[in-house]
């Protein structure tokens, strides 16, 4: 499990930041140090991801976890999941707080996928190419091998629909 070292009272964020629900977008209040422009919208792109950064007390802090804690008054306990795929999209609607394993319930689908749907991928034998169904949900797994790709997109559904994936899991990511 990924830890969050989140030690700053959210007393200090709504002191320090404003949210705009029309921007969706954090500016600094208070000027804590000298590149800080009060009014200028807070933090950077992210060097590893699409998400933005923000620098604060020593800390770096990822927006939407910190929009999280602006909005509701304390750090969240788990993953922060944006539900359409958008890491740029910080409206509140479009967050919610889950544990590792339901956020991966909701995966955009692989640029390296060749089926173009999730959890299938074609395998191509020497006396025939089917579609292998491969998910698994914990430690459950689902694993088979159909002739039609709409036979096995049915199976692929029925698992998801058991274990209750996200209806967005499998959607392409925005481009941004």
Known sequence: ???????????????????????????????????????????????????????????????????????????????????????????ISNLRCVEQKENNKNNSLRSDNTTGEIGIYLKVGKRNTTFQVDIRCGKERFCKAFKQLSSAIIARNAFYKKHNFHPNHGINKPSL
Request: hydrophobic share 30%; proline share 2%.
């Open 1 to 91: 499990m990924t830890k969050f070292n989140e030690s700053i009272d959210p007393v200090l964020i709504k002191k320090h930041f404003d949210y705009s629900v029309t921007t969706r977008e954090l500016t600094w209040k208070l000027k804590h140090c000298s590149k800080v422009v009060i009014g200028n919208r807070a933090g950077t792109q992210c060097k590893r991801d699409k998400n933005r950064c923000i620098k604060f007390m020593h800390q770096v802090l990822k927006e939407h976890r910190v929009i999280w804690c602006w909005f509701y008054g304390k750090w969240p306990k788990g993953h922060i999941d944006h539900i359409n795929h958008n890491e740029l999209d910080n409206r």
